[in-house]
């Protein structure tokens, strides 16, 4: 026994569906173009391809097997003569189904299938032009943000940046704003957010040395104090 066709049948019996698609497809080659339910729309494009193809054959044995689903005489004189000989060259892909939307009152989901009228090359141009349009080209990577040049916000002898010029070797750091110096303990641990290339640059930028020198007069007071302890 043949596979029935999978999905819900249109119709209340196999013959009450054969004729809703035999009469799809001869209102589809009268008028080009119909507006029907999605389901019937993909139920009868492969009825409707393979009269077309029956058609372009253009024998007395394709014609009597046309007319034994259309029964119209004037259809199927027009698909022979007009509508299958606009097809030559094309082996297939003789119908386009479109999605138009939901049908008041029961939202069933409609759709216009129609015969394909525009020629190889129309379609293989157009088809050319859509497929670069859907490809996305590739993000740019974003461009790395330019280091601050030298002077531009802390003036003359400062640098802002990961890789500071030669000669910038005393580091800032702008939440304390404290600058190490090489001989500074904290030099090799401190993340230097500004650069500058002389403490004064950098006492100029408002930054103090996180290494104060101790004061002369307060050293020789400790000293005095250190020998009068030991007496």
């Known amino acids: 026994m043949p596979t029935p066709t999978k999905g819900a049948r249109l119709g209340g019996s196999a013959a009450h569906e054969?004729?809703?698609l035999a009469n799809?497809?001869?209102?589809l080659f009268e008028h080009g173009r119909i507006t029907t339910t999605e389901a019937k729309a993909k139920r009868l494009r492969p009825v409707a391809e393979k009269l077309i193809t029956k058609a372009k054959r253009g024998d007395?044995?394709?014609?009597?097997?046309v007319m034994s689903t259309i029964r119209d005489k004037s259809v199927v004189?027009?698909?022979?003569?007009?509508?299958?000989?606009?097809?030559?060259?094309?082996d297939g892909g003789y119908l386009r189904i479109t999605k138009v939307g939901l049908r008041k009152g029961d939202s069933?989901?409609?759709?216009?299938?129609?015969?394909?009228?525009?020629?190889?090359?129309?379609?293989?141009?157009?088809?050319?032009?859509?497929?670069p349009a859907a490809?996305?080209?590739?993000?740019?990577?974003?461009?790395?943000?330019?280091?601050?040049?030298?002077?531009?916000?802390?003036?003359?002898?400062s640098y802002v940046g990961e890789e500071p010029p030669?000669?910038?070797d005393i580091k800032g750091n702008e939440d304390s704003m404290k600058f190490h110096t090489s001989e500074s303990p904290w030099y090799?641990?401190?993340?230097?957010e500004v650069w500058f290339n002389s403490e004064a640059a950098a006492q100029a930028a408002g930054f103090v040395n996180a290494v104060q020198p101790k004061d002369e007069a307060t050293e020789d007071a400790a000293t005095e104090d250190r020998v009068k302890s030991e007496d």
């Open 166 to 168: 030669a000669g910038f």
């Open 18 to 20: 054969k004729l809703i």
């Open 135 to 157: 490809k996305k080209a590739a993000p740019a990577a974003p461009a790395e943000p330019e280091a601050e040049e030298a002077g531009s916000k802390y003036g003359d002898g």
């Open 188 to 192: 090799d641990r401190t993340v230097a």
């Open 60 to 65: 007395l044995h394709a014609r009597r097997l």
């Open 24 to 27: 799809l497809a001869t209102q």
């Open 108 to 131: 069933a989901p409609m759709a216009v299938i129609e015969l394909v009228t525009e020629s190889i090359e129309d379609s293989k141009k157009a088809n050319g032009k859509a497929a």
């Open 77 to 90: 004189h027009s698909l022979f003569t007009e509508i299958a000989p606009s097809f030559d060259g094309r």
